[in-house]
């Protein structure tokens, strides 16, 4: 028994400074569209408004995303997710997104949906961008038990962790209210930022392209 506890106890330690090394820390990602800055100003304003009228003890965020997946990773598997994301993401068709009204999750979040979440080709709407995404998504975890988080709705956060009176105080304003915009998703992005950081980085741009497969292997190996 103390000769399996030491063994143990060495397989812990091994595990751990092999963790450290460089290229096995884990880093945060998430796949999001590009949006037209006019969209992103539009949600801003949004933002600023409802910080005026309903005054938080924190800032209001300055990032405006519409996420497609958000997963953590190690270092060392960066390019081969950066590879297998392009490969699909220039396969996809360029399509329409709207922007539409509030919706809420109670009772702390206020966001702004889309409202239509396919495009005139169901398999090029959002639904079947997510079910592409999912066929990589061995990829998109550091293990099993951190899979992968796919959102079950497309949105734009308008303000979270919202007290709950607080919020009961703005939905009944804001169920009532309208907003529109739209924009062509013709390109998304890949951010990353280590952990315990808040700042998020563009690593990679990708065009949507509708390319076959064949055409999105050479445009990768000739990139």
Known sequence: MQIY?????RKSEGFFKYASLPGYQEQE???????????????????QLFQEKYPLPFAVPAQVVLPLVKFRQR??????????????????RP??????DYAA??????FIPVASRAGANAETGLWGISRELKSIQHLLRPD???PAFF?????????????SALFEQAWREYANK???????????LLLKRTQGSSNWQIIQRIELRNLPVGVRQQSLFDA
């Not at 796949?31 to 933002?47: C, G, T």
């Open 5 to 9: 506890q030491a063994g143990a106890e």
């Open 29 to 47: 990602y998430q796949l999001v569209w590009a949006l037209p800055e006019v969209v992103k100003d539009k949600i801003r304003r949004q933002r």
């Open 75 to 92: 270092q060392l598997l960066e390019e081969r997710v950066k590879q297998s994301i392009y490969q699909l993401a220039t396969g996809w």
């Open 95 to 100: 399509f329409q997104i709207r922007l539409q």
């Open 105 to 110: 999750q109670p009772t702390h979040s206020l």
């Open 144 to 146: 099993k038990e951190h």
């Open 151 to 163: 959102p079950t709705e497309h949105k734009i956060l308008l303000a979270g962790k919202l007290p």
């Open 178 to 188: 309208s907003f529109t915009a739209q924009f062509l998703a013709d390109a998304c």
